[in-house]
């Protein structure tokens, strides 16, 4: 079985933490055709680029070297869409996961209450 390259690591990197090719692009500023061809392995990425890439990530060019998709993907879940699916994440975190969500949605909330109010409605 063929290693994944360097480029198809970063490209799952990417779709895991749901960044498009153009907010990637855009970082390193790079047209996203410079980009695509970084994932799709047309062109020799410099190291130098590897570490804004993984700077991007809030990686260690290690961890993107040594991505390995399938020891994530059992340990964390399905991807779905965008995102990693919570079904083997521990519960722990998960319920806190959970709670900042709702306390995000909370502070929404109340934020729209004060917007209208100051709006007079």
Known sequence: MNMPSIGQKIKKIREIKGYKQEFMAEKL???QQSYSNIESDKIDVPFSKIENIAEIFQMRVEDIISFDEKFVLNNYGEIKGNQIGLN?????LKQLYDDKIKLLEDKISYQQEIINQLKGK
């Not at 083997?88 to 722990?92: A, C, G, I």
């Open 88 to 92: 083997n994440f521990p519960s722990e």
């Open 29 to 31: 500023d790079i047209s």
